[in-house]
């Protein structure tokens, strides 16, 4: 299951960010999953949890964004959801001189953390 190993890599990127910025607890991780990238969002979500364990992310959400994969056609310009398993060739011309613009991502797009409180106090007004 190849998802704990991206579950693992997640929270050693979130970690190497959130702890030297003072945080002491991180709420939640976005990340785009490509439909192409060959992830089962329920596995990544399982694996995610079991990684955030005894870790600055233990609590987190994992929020998955998933994103269709499209594909355009080089000499008739036209774009389509690809869909998977993935239609490379042109549903209008027939062309296999295609391009896939997106659909295997599988990126951390932002992290919520709580910051740890500052060692002296500080009063804001709002």
Known sequence: MHEMSIALAIVDQVEITARPAGARAVSSVRVQVGELAG???????????????????????????????????????????????????????????????SGRELQIVSVSWHDAPSAVPTHQER
Do not use: I, K, N, Y
């Open 39 to 101: 992830v089962v969002p329920d596995a990544l979500a399982f694996s995610f949890e079991l990684a955030c364990t005894e870790t600055v992310l233990e609590g987190a959400e994992l929020v998955m964004e998933p994103v269709t994969a499209r594909a355009r056609c080089g000499p008739c310009a036209h774009t389509w959801a690809a869909g998977m398993p993935p239609q490379l060739s042109c549903p209008v011309c027939g062309g296999t001189r295609t391009e896939l613009l």
